[in-house]
């Protein structure tokens, strides 16, 4: 008997769906629409299925019934008058109202704008305000949301001017329309999907059918190499383009089954993540680089219960790729039998649908060592010498997509060569058609040439991406080309801070000049604990990166993360600006 069969049996009643559908053969993509990609599936029996907070299995959707639902789903909503090309909000909570939603909006010939579920730091008002901004900059015409948030949700659709606000169970209960449905063609949209980091202002990524298409048949045959058998394991938000295309569409359009614990169940129990991998012997799973740190630290000796010898692609995106984290997971759990060379650094990003890169899924982890002054006096990436005292090692992230082209360019526009560190071009089938109703920022973004200015800065090297960081957080000051991170990245070796404690960013002072700001979350309460962290942080500031800095403690959850789990530095530095975020023990206190 198979570990799947002894183990489909869960407390609950429910049976999972298994991970491959013996009588119908696997296709990789290779479908013109979305819906099209759902058709096939449900010939078969794989599907999605959602586990509760404490890991039992709360619901089971093959896809023949998700396709059944979504089609239902698609005749509710035209029977509330909305209108081909009409934009309908969801509110992304995981579970199967939100797929049968963003799925019947397919067949019904409208777009689905997924929104985030979960609360932001801030609180309510905070998530208010950026829902109504997304309801805004996307025109919505109606809004689908979970009972548990609908409060929230119509009031910020009330601020949008959105009257059409629906609970699942609402739209439920709606007669189905007898409209014949007309669902999207190959040339049509998609769907739109929110960008991280986007708040006040949002801007909302048009994805294209052929897009979305284009993305994923990459991302099964050529990023995962996906094959008969495998298992997919998802704790990533559905509004995120991580979550959405890596998790919920390119694994559909290659009849794969996937298992989801909610992203705030992660939160509270990040361990869950792998005991549910181990008993569903899951074979493909991505999480930012916070996500191992979490979950390896908090594992401790259960990492002996567990098995992970079947967890072949274990993907790393959404963020700079930290080869000391993926380094300490490895070892944690070398004890459930994890296999480091299941690491698979890529690259990203919403408006290039999803994938840009893969390293090899086959081959282990690569790191490029390089010297730190060439790096930031001259913008080349030169090979540290052996017993140099000042390098930075990055993570290699792979070569581009097929049919897809990476462009490192300076400042001039010009091409550079292997090593030379510049801004990062992409041009290919998978990115976007702009951004909705924002022609400014759209061209901003896209060149008349095709290629898609990411904002992100790197080099190449025989053909494979390294990612340095992002342009717009860079730090000059004295002539000197500074990374955020490499600040960040030391003062949380110290003890008790974590990733994610620390923000770097640059106020302009009164010589032009940048004056380098560090905001460290401290939790201590004795004064004099307080000043020995600063002393301490400021130091090892001065030792790696070389620079005066003003360190700054401030309370714990003061800093700002965008909905991949990003850091935003530009949300810090404005907060921190504004007087949002205030010191815990200012210097003057303690003198």
């Given amino acids: 008997m198979s570990f799947d069969t002894q183990r489909q049996e869960q407390p609950t009643g429910l049976s999972r769906t298994p991970r491959s559908s013996m009588a119908l053969p696997q296709q990789l993509g290779g479908f013109k629409t979305i819906a099209e990609g759902l058709d096939y599936a449900a010939r078969g029996v794989t599907g999605f299925n959602f586990y509760g907070g404490r890991g039992a299995l709360a619901e089971v959707l093959p896809y023949a019934e998700l396709r059944k639902r979504a089609l239902s789903t698609a005749r509710k909503l035209l029977s509330l008058g909305l209108k081909r090309g009409d934009r309908v909000a969801v509110v992304a909570e995981t579970g199967g109202d939100f797929m049968a939603v963003f799925y019947g909006c397919q067949y019904a010939g409208l777009v689905p704008c997924p929104v985030p579920y979960s609360m932001y730091i801030g609180g309510r008002d905070a998530y208010v305000e950026r829902v109504a901004g997304m309801f805004r900059a996307a025109d919505v015409s109606a809004v689908i949301t979970s009972e548990d948030v609908k409060e929230h949700i119509r009031e910020g659709a009330a601020r949008a001017n959105v009257s059409v606000v629906f609970s699942h169970a609402e739209l439920n209960a709606c007669p189905e329309s007898m409209t014949r449905l007309e669902g999207f063609g190959a040339g049509d949209v998609a769907y739109i999907q929110y960008s991280s980091g986007s708040t006040s202002s949002p801007k909302g990524v048009l994805i294209m059918q052929r897009s979305i298409m284009a993305n994923g048949d990459a991302i099964l045959r050529d990023g995962l190499k996906v094959r008969p058998g495998d298992r997919a394991f998802s704790w990533l938000p559905l509004y995120h383009d991580m979550g959405l295309v890596g998790f919920c ?60 010898s079947n967890w072949r692609a274990a993907g790393i995106g959404g963020d700079m790729v930290r080869s000391e984290v993926l380094q ?64 930075r090692s990055f993570v290699i992230c792979g070569s581009a997509l097929p049919n897809h082209i990476i462009e490192v360019r300076n400042d001039a526009g010009k091409v550079l060569s292997d090593r030379e560190v510049g801004r990062i071009f992409v041009k290919g089938p998978s990115i976007m058609a702009g951004y909705f109703k924002a022609e400014e920022a759209t061209a901003q973004a896209l060149g008349l040439d095709g290629f898609l200015d990411t904002g992100d800065m790197g080099y190449l090297l025989n053909g494979e991406v390294v990612i340095t960081g992002r342009a717009k957080d860079l730090i000059l000051h004295n002539g000197r080309n500074i990374w955020p991170q490499d600040i960040e990245w030391a003062a949380e070796t110290i003890a008790p801070l974590k990733s994610g404690d620390v923000a770097a960013f640059a106020v302009e002072g009164d010589d032009g000049d940048d004056e380098v700001v560090v905001l460290v979350e401290c939790k201590l309460s004795d004064p004099l604990q307080q000043e020995e962290l600063r002393k301490t942080v400021h130091m090892k500031v001065m030792q790696t990166a070389g620079v005066d800095c003003t360190i700054v403690l401030v309370p714990p959850r003061s800093l700002p993360f965008t909905s991949s789990g990003k850091l935003s530095r530009a949300g810090a530095r404005d907060r921190y600006l504004s007087g949002e975020i205030s010191e815990i023990a200012p210097e003057q206190a303690k003198a």
């Fill in 249 to 308: 569409l390119a694994p559909m359009l290659g009849q794969v089954t996937v298992d989801y614990l909610p992203t705030t169940a992660f939160a509270r129990r990040p361990t869950l993540w792998l005991k549910l991998m181990s008993e569903n012997r899951s074979t493909i799973s991505y999480s930012p680089t916070f996500g191992y740190e979490l979950a390896g630290r908090r594992i401790n000796g259960e990492a002996i219960t567990l098995d992970l």
């Fill in 328 to 391: 300490d997971f490895a070892k944690s759990l070398s004890l459930a039998g994890f296999n480091p060379r299941a690491f698979v650094p890529s690259y990203g990003m919403a408006e290039s649908t999803l994938a840009i890169s893969f390293s090899d899924v086959d081959s282990p982890i690569k790191l490029d060592t390089v010297d730190v002054s060439a790096l930031k006096t001259r913008q080349r990436a030169v090979p540290a010498k052996a017993g140099s005292e000042r390098v």
